[in-house]
């Protein structure tokens, strides 16, 4: 039907095959053993052909290897010349599975029909106790600061990198990432943060 063309994806989408049976899959909590899996798979795709479609169902997880992992899909992307690297999210991308998506431009982006994104901004879940002479505190307040400046610095970088080429504008982005923004795969094509819909039909 013709109002269906334009949640499918056109003829840049992965082949049913990768979508079968992607080059790597990622699944559960973002942390190390997701990027060791991730770093095996990129050995093991060197020397091959064709394109690297990456599968990823998450939860979520450590933001800080979601950015590490967002640095190794570029690496990879540098030393896998000539073959291209696609994204496929299956079911649930959420919060730092959305970092990892953001190291993919637009049009290699692409999520099954009953994908849902989470996106909100870093979290910070500190106590801190100030006790004692002003003076001796004050260092403790400023690290404290300049480690709130870093992470905003860095939570900008990665929402531009991520809504590139789209239709959301960094200051949506930024208020409605205060307080989870949950999109569907429909969401997310009808505002350009993905190439495609694919299913496994």
């Known amino acids: 039907m013709a109002d269906e063309e334009p949640r499918r994806p056109g003829v840049d989408a992965p082949a049913r095959e990768l979508l079968h049976h992607p080059t790597i899959r990622l699944h559960g909590e973002v942390g190390h053993p997701m990027l060791d899996t991730l770093l095996d798979g990129f050995a093991s795709a060197e020397g091959g052909e064709g394109p690297v479609a990456i599968e990823v169902c998450t939860l979520g997880g450590d933001a800080e290897v979601g950015r590490r992992m967002v640095l190794e899909i570029g690496l990879a992307r540098e030393r896998l010349k000539g073959r291209r690297l696609v994204f496929i999210g299956k079911t649930t991308v959420y919060s730092a599975g959305v970092t990892i998506m953001s190291a993919f431009p637009r049009g290699d982006r692409f999520v099954t029909a009953d994908g849902v994104f989470l996106i909100h901004c870093r979290q910070l879940q500190k106590t801190v106790e100030l006790s004692g002479?002003?003076?001796?505190?004050?260092?403790?307040?400023?690290?404290?600061?300049?480690?709130?400046?870093?992470?905003?610095?860095?939570?900008?970088?990665?929402?531009?990198?991520?809504?590139?080429?789209?239709?959301?504008?960094?200051?949506?982005?930024?208020?409605?990432?205060?307080?989870?923004?949950?999109?569907?795969?429909?969401?997310a094509l009808e505002r350009k943060l993905i190439a495609g819909i694919v299913d496994g039909g």
């Open 133 to 187: 002479p002003m003076r001796g505190s004050l260092p403790l307040v400023e690290a404290l600061c300049r480690q709130l400046k870093l992470g905003c610095e860095m939570e900008i970088d990665g929402f531009e990198r991520l809504i590139a080429g789209s239709e959301i504008t960094i200051d949506e982005l930024l208020e409605k990432a205060l307080h989870n923004w949950y999109l569907t795969a429909e969401d």
